[in-house]
């Protein structure tokens, strides 16, 4: 399993995500893994760096992820590491 970089702090997840994930017959697991070990997913490469600054200076972090199904969802720790939200772009 991958480091993490990062703390997590308490995990929540938007009830459109949770719908976009059984949906799609996943679970939040493997999305949390990836983005706390930097794996950024679905970005751009100034969007990653802005990502790897934030970790060090300790700023806002958020990754984005397609599903099996092609749903998009983003993972949004915030610049304190006290949570991570999954949640649908749009219900950002």
């Known amino acids: 399993m991958a480091t993490a970089r990062f703390s997590l702090g308490s995990t929540v997840?938007?009830?459109?995500?949770?719908?976009?994930l059984a949906r799609a017959g996943e679970t939040p697991?493997?999305?949390l893994v990836r983005h706390s070990a930097g794996d950024w997913g679905e970005l751009d490469r100034e969007d990653k760096a802005e990502n790897?600054?934030?970790v060090k200076d300790g700023l806002r972090i958020l990754s984005a992820y397609l599903l099996a199904d092609?749903?998009?969802?983003?993972?949004?720790?915030?610049?304190?590491r006290s949570a991570t939200t999954i949640l649908l772009p749009e219900e950002y």
């Open 70 to 80: 092609g749903t998009r969802i983003w993972v949004i720790t915030e610049a304190d």
């Open 52 to 54: 790897e600054s934030a």
């Open 13 to 20: 997840a938007t009830p459109g995500a949770i719908t976009a």
């Open 29 to 31: 697991l493997p999305y």
